[in-house]
């Protein structure tokens, strides 16, 4: 454990966060353009790969010996009536893992923004933005107190806006970044209110002290309320991961985040950002396990995401969306897990979607590059043979997406599967429907996409525009968007196809080698804590029999059959019998615009929330602003200073003897109001 000391460890976050400085203050107009793009990116990169290797190296350390933790302060900020406010770093078998995701996929994103953002002028900018992510994601994951994960927590929040907003100058992300802050800012109210409750009746913002005061705490009441306080606590800090994670109803901001370049969306709403609240939750087990209510709560959340948001990524024509959807999804799978007990499920399933999503997505943008900034999956087709290296990686992240058996995604997803099934959460029942169901919804649209995109007729090139040229990822709009007739797409540079590669690799092969000691070894041992009340772990155990049984057994299990019905559908659907989807789409059109519609969820929160808001403040400014401060309080005040000056002004005529009677009358009154004094 030599490697463990908190100077090597403190160079994991400053790395990122020094090339960041490098890139935005140097590389920018900011300073003046000091250095240019060379430095800039090698700036960057070098910082994340230092910070890939320190955290491969702790990875390594931390698994020579299972049950390792540690936890030691770096700064003790200030001390307040007892209470400590501290930065420190917890290190263990969670911590190091999700170290090296992050670091991992934000070093393949960097190399791929070098040919994905080539020709944008902001080139500096976005590398400086993206290893500012980094940095803010690594402070999180770090933590041992809940004021750094809340720093952490709000730090990749505030990049975000930035990132999705890459594009300033479109209407379409300021709209997207700020929705995507609004939003976030209502999740992490209830965030903020957790940490306060936990606060006020522990004492403490330390993870492991409050861990001590829990069985204390789970006896204890929110005053004047009743209600359990670890309930309130729990689910308080579960509408915190909500909206990061973006459950449902706080999942809106996550499909219109694709306004951002695709580099932020691998790198966000892939690997990272969102799930920052599925990590939370799995560093709270403690917390969670000593209330049923909360994981009640968190299940279904989490199922109804699972199965509702897949419906809404069949009907999608942007290719970014349909693996926006796709990722919205599988949070909602982590999310039951988490509800189940199968907080290391959770996780392993959050290592191996950041592998193949972020695939998927860097896929997509290859994608987007040799069709010219079109996204519109129907002006695709045959990219196959153009675009061999894509093709591959993006099958081999489709196939790990879906569950095929061996494949990463396989075994973590139906682990979910089989937790739900042995769970008695109040809830689980609906859970392990939705999950299954969502096998089926999942396979459909991803190999919809997958054979619009990659098998088929040829539908680029050529001189119609039918359904309009997606160009969310385009800074320009005064570029042509899409394949001029004639032209052929191409595969793309080295420096985008390498990190696919790299990607392809673990999304193949990560979870075959990791299920055994993850979910069924020590190598959670000391960090996820799991009730003796809950079983579904305990019952999964017993029924794991090696990562290879596990996959042939599923060649005769449901969820295989579902997945090869949703292939084998939407082969017939898109290749075969196109008219199919037309017939499906005309006899149930209201269903579609329900879909098109995503719920109607925007709407309501327009209608409720920003009108009911509107409603408000007009109301504020009609009776607060003009009726009681500019009415009452600013003109009234005038009126009556007004009115009396108007009165005095009667008695103002320049005779003296109109002046004498009223110094008479004066004095009479004087005499009349102290008599009573006098005879006293």
Known sequence: MAGLNPNLLLAVPLAPLAGSAVAGLLGTKFLGNIVGRKTATAATILGVLVAFLI??????????????????????????AGMKLEVGFKIDALTAMMMCVVTFVSLMVHIYTIGYMAEDEGYNRFFSYISLFTFSMLMLV?????????????????????????W?????AIFANMKAFLVNRVGDFGFILGIGLLLAF??????????????????????????PLLTAACICLFIGAMGKSAQFPLHVWLPDSMEGPTPISALIHAATMVTAGIFMVARMSPLFELSDTALSFVIVIGAITALFMGFLGIIQNDIKRVVAYSTLSQLGYMTVALGCSAYSIAVFHL???????ALLFLGAGSVIIGMHHDQDIRNMGGLRKYMPITWITSLLGSLALIGTPFLSGFYSKDSIIEATAATHIAGAGFAHFAVLAGVFVTAFYSFRMYFLVFHGEERFGKAHDDHGHGHDDHHDDEHHHGLAPGQKPHESPFVVWFPLVMLAIPSVIIGFLTIEPMLFGDYFKNVIFVGENHHAMHELKEEFHGPVAMAIHAFTSVPFFLALAGV????????????????????????HTLLDNKYYMDKFNETVFAGGARLLGRGLWNVGDRGLIDGLIVNGSAKLVGWFASVVRVVQTGYIYHYAFVMILGVLGFLIYFLPFWHA
């Open 568 to 591: 084998v559908a939407a082969y017939y659907c898109y290749m075969v019998n196109p008219k199919v989807p037309e017939a499906f789409y005309k006899a149930l059109k209201p269903i």
């Open 142 to 166: 770090m933590s041992n107190n809940f004021l750094q994960l809340f720093f952490g927590w709000e730090a990749v929040g505030l990049v975000s806006y930035l990132l999705i907003g890459f």
């Open 55 to 80: 955290s491969a190296s702790t990875l390594m350390d931390v698994m020579a010996t299972p049950g390792f933790v540690f936890n030691h302060t770096l700064y003790e900020w200030m001390t307040v």
């Open 202 to 227: 522990s004492g403490s913002m330390n993870y492991d002290e409050v861990f001590a005061k829990r069985e204390l705490l789970a006896t204890l009441v929110v005053p004047a309320t009743g209600w």
């Open 168 to 172: 300033y100058t479109r209407p379409t």
């Open 351 to 357: 290592m191996t979607h950041a592998f193949f999503k």
